[in-house]
Every structure is written in structure tokens, then in C-alpha cells.
């Protein structure tokens, strides 16, 4: 219990004693040196200054708005400024009203460099810190701004608003008239680079040249430029190559004088070239319109020019000008090529060149073309065409064989002609002349056939035929085309072999023939007749006289008979397009019955086809078409197929009965064939049989002897060698093993001696650089304290310091003096002293005399 009151009188002691500590309680501030507080006297309402060093003592009727704050201390090349700076009279005092109050400069600004520490007033206030000054380096600069109208250094006077430069290298030293607008770097020009600069004002430049607002120009000093206030950098320009293979196109935004000294209108282009300068750089009032790119032409090439520029340097609009190789130029404004470059028309002896007049001109000086005339160039030759005239096409000869051709219209008459079997060229008057054919003629010369038929389709993946080409068709052996002209209103038959090539007007005459089976009209359709001999097949239906039907196949020769060949006789075998001969057979077979026809068929279907001779029963062998010369040499029956169902079943069972006996005749005989082979066979077979198995026995055993001797061989070789394999291996893995140790060994030795090695190097030097930082430490501490000693005996200095000595004495001295003692003596309490008479001595005793006080009752004391 006793513990736990002496704690809480120990805090109640602390409390009260830091409460008594602390200024704003006990009202007692302790100002250091180089401090100070601002104290407000509420009596009067009067702040004042308070400096240290001091010990202030707040009255009742005083507040201490501020402090202690350390005093301001500007260090060498530092600035600050202050805000509502106090008033100082001519010899630098602080200038106060009636009332005390300092006297300020209210919204004013003062800037203070390296001075003595300094405290702020009441009222002033600290709006820049202590900032380092602004150190310009070369080739750089401060824009300068001014606020406030003052006269400079140089007693010049500046106004608001003007702006300048500080250049450097240099320190600037702010003032509250000026403010900066921006640090400025000069430009770095190379020798072929220049600075595009624009005027903000009215101006004169470096060079001296007077300058209006907004106007550009170019600074093509080398090395670093620096502009001035009222300049603006638009740009750094870069140069512009040339060479002499490219040119730069300019255009004048402005009438002016360029670089060469040539005035230039407003909308002027021209061209600079490599041999003007080999670098450019584009004036302010020049537009790069872009690279003009040289023109080369070769021995062998040519170009025209249109709007040539003429030697006045303007441009001819609707101008032509031919430039032919080899030659290098530029392309002046506004000129342009009508096709590119173009290569010199190389004709050979089988090549020609039209040509059409465009302007009237003479050629070679000789021959006066007029517009719209066509002419043809033949070669071989280099040609070069004129201005004038322009290629309408370039022409190669057609090389035809005898058995080719082609189809050749004269533009201007119109006639159509077929040229064959030379080499021609189309003159400038002549054009290719397509012939169209009718569609079933285009499939039956595509499909290379005599004829088709129209169940087959007719549409056919075939290349397209060539239209100039002369139609050609090559006639089969023993065939027959009819062409006709349409022009001369003719027509001729060609007989193969033959190759038939049409004319302009000449066209095929297509056949429709019956084909098929039984026979049908118009079935098929050919350009070429057959003249035979050729055989045909055809299914005729025919009824007997007591109403069998029957379905006939026939077969028969016919080919036409043409012996002169006279125009007459040629013309009828196209005079009837088709044949059949059905109906004869059909009447002939009417009156006859069945059975008749059964037994007869043959001879009654060639009596009815080809005739009986006259006055005999005997049947002819041929039988002729008068209309166009047909002759029929044979005719056979193939089938005969009755169309009633109980006819056909009827005859179907006696077939199939006769067929029936044959066959089991024919059978039975096979059989016993058949049996007789297999009971031969089979006996074969046995005897093989058993040959075979013991072949195959003594083969097995000789091959089991030879497989277990080499199987025993074999083992035995396998176990000696693996077993010496094995030793080998082994002895090798051994060996291997040993030097794998060994080697493991060295490397860990190796590893350990430089493990070893780096760290007593490290411990050595982390030892040395230890030692080091620890005398540097030292030594620096060694100055620190001696430089704050030296700064502290500096701040407080030697009166005070000997004031601080002496106070213990001095203090003694006026303690005594106020006890009336006149005279005493000092000791240190180690001395014995005589004191027996003290007590009489301090009592006194009438007498004066001198007293003796022990050190220790004047400590007490």
C-alpha cells in the first residue's frame, strides 16, 4: 500500500512537473538563439517581436501567436521571398506607427538572398521557401517577363508586359517586377540544317532585319542558336538531298526572291536540281511539292511529253514533244507522260504496224498525212511513231499451211474472201471475218463424227472452235458431202477422201435419216452420205393371213450405185432423203399363213423384197431405187418372235422339250465322263499323298538333328562370350568407377580451397573496408563535434561564456555580502581548519575580526 502511494506521488510529481515545462501553462518560453515569437499585447492589440536568446515571461494580457521559430537562414546562392514585407527606414531599421505596430507593405513582395539569419515580423509571411538560384547553363536562357514597370540595372526603364532574355552562362537573381515564363534551350544546327523562326511582334532579329508580326523566315547559322523573346521556333528544317538522279519540285506560296537570286510569282513551280546545290533546304515561302525522280531512257526506248514546257520556262498546255533514247532528263512542271516510257516497236519481216493520223503532218517530210488516215508500217525496221499519230494495232502474219485458211473482210468494200495456204498479213484496210454455222453442224465438226443422233445431248464440253479460221471437213472414204452456196446459189458434192474447206457463203446440207430399231424418221442427222457398201439391222412387226403377229429382224447390204458420176446422177443421191423397205415384207407376208411362214420365212421375205425374174420362180439378187441409184444386195432374217403371248408360250414349249432331251442326253454322257476322271484322279492322289508325307518325314527329322546341334553350339558360344562380356563390363565399370572417385575427390578438394580462399578474402576485405568506415566515422564525429563546439562557443560567445564561468562566484560573493560578512575563507572541505572558534566568530563578539566559514556550510547556505 505504501508502494502504491508512493507511485501515484511520484506521477502526480511527474504531471505537475511537465505541466509546468510546458509554455503555454506555466507562460514561461525559453527562446534559443536564432529564434523568436510573435506576442500579442491584447491590452492594445499590438503584436510585437520577441528574439532570442531570452527567457519570456507571458503576462496576463499578452498571447504568443507564433514561435519559437527558428530565425530564416539563407544559405550562399539560396533566395526566398516574403510576402507583406515590413517598411525599413534609410539606416535599416524597422519602421512602426503610433500604436507600435510594425508598418508593412501590404500584396507586396520582397525577395531576400544570403544574408544574416533573420526573423519574420508580425505580418509578413514566407510565400517561397528558401530556393536554390537558377543556374543557366550555355546555350540556354530564361524568358523573362515583366509585371510591374521599373527602371533596370542599366537605368533603362521596362514595362509591363516586355519581354526579354537572360542568357546564360549565368545565376539569375530573381525580382518581384519580373517573373519567368520558361526556360528556353538554344538549337543545335548542323551545316546543312537551318531554324524556321516566326515573329511574335514587331522585332529585329539577330541579324539585324527588321521583322513584322507573324512573319517567317530561316536562320541557317551553324552551331547552337538561341532565340530571342519575341522569336517563336516553328521547326527545325531538315536539308534536302539531291543527287543526280532526283530533283526537288517547289511551288511559291508568295511572290519573292529565292536562294539563286530568280524572282518567283505566286503559284510559280519549278524544279532545283543537283547541279544547283547539293543540299536544300525549302525557303519559308516554298512549298515542297515533292521528288522528281530522274527520267532515263535507254537505246531502245522513247516517251512522249505532253504540255511541254517550252524555252521561256512556261508550259505549252496541248503541246507534244517526242524525246527518243538515250537521253537523262527531269520532268518539268505540269509535264507529264502519255504512256510511261515505251520501248521502240521492233518489227520483223512477218509483222506489221497500223497506224492512224491524228494531226495533220508529213511523214519523213514526204508523205502528207491527213487526220483520220490508216497506214501500215511493215518490217523488219525500229520504228518510233510520230506525235502526230498514234498505233492503232500491231499486226503478225497468219503462217497457214495448204489444208488452212482463214476468212479476210476489206473494211471499206465489204467483200468477204478465203485466204489458203500461204502466209498473210492483214493489210490496214482488212480485218479476221468470223463465219457462224448452225448449231448441229458446229456438234458434228467438234465431235469429229459422221452423224449423231438426238438421244444423245447435245450440249458437249468442247473448246470453242476460231470463227476466222476456214471451216475444213475432212470427207470419209466412200462418202458423199453436199455444200451449198448461198451467194452463187449452187451446189456441189465432194466424194472422199477429201478435204472440203467452205467459203464465205458455202454452207453443209445437214441429212435427217431414220434410224433406230425398229426404224424412226429424222433419227439421225449427218453433213457426210455414205455410199457403201454397209449393213443396217431394222425390227419389222407383220401379221399373216391368219392374224399371227410377228416381230421380224432383218439385216441387210445396200450401198448407192454411182458409176459415171455426171452432175445428174451425183444430185440424186441427195433427191431422197431416206428408205425403208417394211411395207413390202408386210404385204407380202399378209396372204401367207403361220405355219407357211414358219417353214418358208426366208424365201417369201426376198421374193417380196427383190422380185422374182420373169417367167421363173427364181428370186433376183438385187433390188434398186431408180430415185437415187440405192441398191439392196442381201437381206437375212436374224429373229423371228411371234408378238401373241400363247403363240409365244406354245412355241417356247416345244423349245424348251427339244432343248430338254439334248440336255439330259448330254448330261448323262458327261457324268460318266466326269466319273470315270474322278476315279483316276482320286487314285493319283493317294499315291501322291503317301510320297509326299514321307518326303516331308525324313526332311522334319534331318532338319530336328540339325536344329539341336546348332541350338547346342550355339548356347554354349552365348555363355562364353556373355560370361566374357561380363568380366570385361565389369572390369570397365570398375576402372571407370575409380577414376570417377578420384576425380570427385580433386574437384571437392578444388571446391574447398576456393571456398576457403574467397572467404578469407572476403573477411579480409570486408575487415579492411570495416576498419575504414569506422576511422571515417570516427574522424567524422571527431569534426562534428568539434565544429558544433566551435559553432556553439561561436553563437553564445566569449561574455557570455565568461558570464556562465563566473556566475558560481559572483553569486557567493552577494550572498555573503547580504549576511553582512566582510571577509571569508573558501577551502575545498579537505583541509582541516581550526573551528573552534566559528560559533564565537559568527555570533560576533564586538570586535571585528575575520570570519571563517567551512566550504560545506557554504554550500549548505
Not at 504496224?353 to 508500217?377: H, N, Q, Y
Not at 464465205?504 to 433406230?516: H, L
Request: charged share 30%.
Amino acid at each position: 500500500m505504501n508502494s502504491d502511494m508512493a507511485s501515484s506521488k511520484c506521477i502526480i510529481i511527474s504531471t505537475s512537473s511537465e505541466k509546468m515545462s510546458d509554455p503555454k501553462v506555466s507562460g514561461v518560453y525559453r527562446i534559443p538563439p536564432y529564434y523568436y515569437i510573435h506576442v500579442l499585447d491584447q491590452n492594445t492589440n499590438v503584436p510585437r517581436l520577441e528574439v532570442g536568446p531570452k527567457t519570456f515571461v507571458k503576462q496576463d494580457h499578452e498571447k504568443v501567436l507564433v514561435g519559437p521559430e527558428k530565425h530564416i537562414i539563407i544559405p550562399p546562392r539560396h533566395y526566398c521571398v516574403i510576402e507583406n514585407p515590413a517598411m525599413k527606414d534609410k539606416k535599416g531599421q524597422v519602421m512602426v506607427d503610433t500604436h507600435g505596430q510594425v508598418r508593412l507593405l501590404h500584396s507586396d513582395l520582397a525577395i531576400k538572398f544570403t544574408q544574416e539569419p533573420f526573423p519574420l515580423y508580425p505580418g509578413e509571411v514566407l510565400k517561397q521557401a528558401v530556393t536554390p538560384l537558377k543556374v543557366i547553363e550555355p546555350n540556354c536562357a530564361l524568358r523573362l517577363r515583366a509585371v510591374l514597370d521599373f527602371i533596370d540595372d542599366t537605368e533603362k526603364p521596362i514595362r509591363a508586359g516586355d519581354e526579354w532574355l537572360f542568357e546564360g552562362p549565368g545565376t539569375y537573381y530573381p525580382r518581384k517586377e519580373v517573373a519567368v515564363e520558361e526556360q528556353i534551350k538554344a538549337t543545335i544546327l548542323k551545316p546543312t540544317e537551318a531554324v524556321r523562326l516566326r515573329a511574335k511582334k514587331e522585332m529585329i532579329d539577330r541579324d539585324g532585319e527588321p521583322r513584322e508580326t507573324g512573319e517567317e523566315w530561316l536562320n541557317k547559322t551553324v552551331g547552337a542558336y538561341l532565340p530571342l523573346a519575341t522569336e517563336e521556333v516553328v521547326r527545325v528544317v531538315q536539308p534536302i538531298v539531291l543527287t543526280d538522279k532526283k530533283a526537288v519540285h517547289l511551288r511559291a506560296l508568295r511572290t519573292f526572291k529565292d536562294n539563286f537570286g530568280n524572282k518567283r510569282l505566286h503559284g510559280e513551280e519549278w524544279l532545283v536540281y543537283a547541279h544547283d546545290t547539293e543540299t536544300y533546304i525549302p525557303d519559308v515561302y516554298e512549298e515542297v511539292v515533292g521528288d522528281v525522280m530522274v527520267t532515263a531512257l535507254n537505246s531502245r526506248q522513247y516517251c512522249v511529253i505532253l504540255d511541254a514546257v517550252g524555252k521561256n520556262g512556261k508550259p505549252q498546255l496541248g503541246k507534244k514533244q517526242l524525246v527518243k533514247g538515250e537521253k537523262t532528263f527531269f520532268l518539268q512542271p505540269g509535264e507529264r507522260l502519255a504512256k510511261g516510257i515505251q520501248d521502240v516497236y521492233v518489227l520483223e519481216e512477218d509483222e506489221g504496224l497500223i497506224l492512224k493520223c491524228t494531226e495533220a503532218f508529213k511523214e519523213d517530210g514526204k508523205v502528207l498525212r491527213s487526220p483520220g488516215d490508216r497506214w501500215m508500217i511493215r518490217g523488219p525496221i525500229d520504228y518510233i511513231p510520230a506525235v502526230e499519230s498514234e498505233v492503232v494495232l500491231r499486226r503478225k502474219a497468219i503462217p497457214l499451211d495448204m489444208n488452212e485458211g482463214i476468212y479476210v473482210r476489206d473494211v471499206k468494200t465489204g467483200k468477204i474472201r478465203s485466204v489458203i495456204g500461204n502466209t498473210y498479213l492483214l493489210t490496214e484496210n482488212e480485218e479476221l471475218w468470223e463465219k457462224d454455222l448452225p448449231e448441229q453442224v458446229e456438234q458434228l465438226l467438234n465431235l469429229d463424227s459422221r452423224y449423231f443422233e438426238d438421244t444423245q445431248p447435245q450440249q458437249v464440253n468442247i473448246p470453242p472452235r476460231d470463227k476466222s479460221k476456214v471451216v475444213a471437213y475432212r470427207v470419209p472414204h466412200n462418202a458423199a458431202v453436199q455444200i451449198y452456196d448461198y451467194k452463187a446459189k449452187k451446189a456441189r458434192i465432194v466424194f472422199g477422201p477429201e478435204l472440203v474447206m467452205l467459203g464465205p457463203d458455202e454452207q453443209f446440207t445437214v441429212f435427217n435419216i431414220s434410224g433406230g430399231k425398229p426404224k424412226v424418221p429424222n433419227k439421225i442427222r449427218a453433213i457426210c452420205l455414205l455410199l457403201g457398201p454397209e449393213f443396217s439391222s431394222d425390227i419389222v412387226t407383220i401379221e399373216s393371213a391368219d392374224h399371227a403377229r410377228l416381230n421380224l429382224k432383218l439385216s441387210y447390204n445396200w450401198h448407192f450405185d454411182i458409176r459415171n458420176k455426171d452432175a445428174k446422177e451425183v444430185l440424186s443421191i441427195f433427191s431422197v432423203p431416206d428408205f425403208i423397205v417394211a411395207a413390202k415384207i408386210r404385204g407380202a407376208v399378209a396372204g401367207v399363213n403361220f405355219d407357211d411362214f414358219h417353214k418358208n420365212s426366208a424365201r417369201i421375205i426376198r421374193a417380196s423384197v427383190f422380185g422374182l425374174e420373169k417367167g421363173t420362180t427364181k428370186i433376183n439378187n438385187r433390188f434398186v431405187f431408180p430415185q437415187n441409184n440405192l441398191v439392196l444386195t442381201s437381206i437375212d432374217i436374224q429373229s423371228v418372235e411371234p408378238v401373241d403371248q400363247r403363240t409365244r408360250d406354245a412355241l417356247q414349249k416345244s423349245v424348251q422339250l427339244a432343248i430338254e432331251i439334248t440336255t439330259n442326253s448330254q448330261e448323262a454322257h458327261a457324268k460318266h465322263i466326269a466319273e470315270k476322271a474322278e476315279q483316276e484322279a482320286r487314285g493319283h492322289l493317294e499315291r501322291q499323298k503317301i510320297h509326299d508325307e514321307a518326303e516331308e518325314r525324313r526332311n522334319l527329322l534331318l532338319l530336328t538333328a540339325l536344329s539341336a546341334a546348332v541350338e547346342a553350339t550355339g548356347q554354349a558360344k552365348a555363355e562364353a562370350q556373355s560370361r566374357a562380356e561380363s568380366a570385361k563390363i565389369e572390369g570397365e565399370a570398375a576402372v571407370y568407377c575409380a577414376r570417377l572417385r578420384a576425380e570427385a575427390s580433386r574437384i571437392e578438394a578444388e571446391v574447398d580451397l576456393y571456398r576457403l580462399t574467397q572467404a578469407r578474402e572476403l573477411e579480409l576485405a570486408y575487415s579492411k573496408v570495416t576498419s575504414e568506415l569506422e576511422v571515417d566515422r570516427t574522424q567524422r564525429l571527431v569534426e562534428i563535434e568539434v565544429d558544433e563546439f566551435k559553432k556553439h562557443v561561436a553563437a553564445i560567445g566569449p561574455k557570455t561564456i565568461q558570464a556562465i564561468a563566473t556566475s558560481g562566484p559572483d553569486m557567493q560573493v552577494k550572498l555573503l555580502q547580504s549576511l553582512g560578512i566582510k571577509s571569508t575563507l573558501i577551502t575545498d572541505g579537505r583541509s582541516p581548519i581550526n573551528l573552534f572558534n566559528t560559533a564565537k566568530n559568527l555570533v560576533g563578539d564586538g570586535q571585528q575580526g575575520t570570519s571563517v566559514i567551512p566550504s560545506s556550510l557554504l554550500s549548505t547556505i
